[in-house]
């Protein structure tokens, strides 16, 4: 069973920074893409940023360039550097991994909360 294990996650005031970092564990085929993706209260899950494996290739939301950062390191863990927080970033985060032969995994999510 694929796990995706999110951290990171808390509470910031605007203008700050905070790294979340995403584990997989478990079996799975080799990894084409992972990304994050954020949902905020009453809104629907929302695009933030990915990284292709291979290349690495990335792309982020227009909401979050030149702020967010996400990269990878070679024992298969996300990362997503957050700079220059704002309150409209207040969501929870998830991870997603996409498999080259198919199946995608979502983890359970970490919250960020940007407030003074």
Known sequence: QV????SGGGSVQPGGSLRLSCVPSGRFF???????????PGKEREFVAEINWSGPVTA??????GRFTISRDNSNTLYLQMNSLKPEDTAVYY???????????WGQGTQVTVSS
Not at 30 to 40: D, E, P
């Open 3 to 6: 796990q995706l294990a999110e």
């Open 30 to 40: 080799s990894i084409s893409v992972m990304s994050w993706h954020r949902q905020a």
């Open 60 to 65: 982020y939301a227009d909401s979050v360039k």
């Open 95 to 105: 991870c997603k991994l996409a498999t080259s032969n198919g199946p995608q995994y």
